[in-house]
């Protein structure tokens, strides 16, 4: 239990657990399993007697290109580390209805975990496209800005490189000199 929190599993945890595959942020179900302090073929046993609650939106099996993939980027350190099959991808939906599947109080505990996290990263990743647009539009005022500094700038260098007539004090005396 996280002391901070009073999460059953701490949310760094199953941050590391969330992936982006297929434009979608997924849990693998090796990754659910251990959180959920089962075994992953048991996992994947109970969504198949329940398969009806896992449509293709909720649960999709990786393409063996996905995995190399993953598997390329050290995500998942091994092929063997997966069981030998492609691991099942959970959705946010299809997490939430394995709650409906796996009926233990931890499973139950750990859902709250996964669900609150999910959330959590929504609102960071909304944030953060926020403070983008806010970025986008400063540079768009100071290109403005500084357009014009730059035409100023232009005109300045464009006049200092035209030849100047001496200017200040001068007396005959150093003009019959020069």
Do not use: W
Not at 114 to 139: D, P, Q
Not at 151 to 162: F, H
């Amino acid at each position: 239990m996280d002391k901070k929190t009073g999460l059953i599993i701490p949310a760094e945890r199953i941050q590391r657990c969330i992936y982006l595959i297929r434009k979608q942020r997924v849990m693998l179900d090796k990754d659910l399993a251990s959180l959920y302090g089962v075994k992953p073929i048991a996992l994947r046993q109970q969504v198949k007697r329940n398969i009806e609650r896992f449509p293709s939106d909720f649960m999709y099996q990786l393409t063996d290109k996905e995995v190399t993939v993953l598997l390329s980027q050290n995500v998942i350190p091994s092929r063997k580390s997966l069981g030998g099959h492609n691991p099942y991808a959970f959705t946010e939906q299809g997490v939430a209805m394995l709650s409906s599947v796996l009926r233990s109080k931890r499973a139950v505990e750990v859902n709250i975990a996964i669900m609150r996290t999910f959330v959590k990263l929504r609102e960071i990743l909304a944030g953060n496209a926020l403070l983008r647009r806010k970025i986008e539009s400063m540079e768009r005022k100071y290109d403005e800005k500084f357009q014009h500094v730059f035409a100023v700038l232009k005109y300045m260098i464009a006049k200092e490189a035209k030849p100047k007539q001496p200017f200040g004090f001068h007396s005959k005396k150093n003009e019959a000199k020069n």
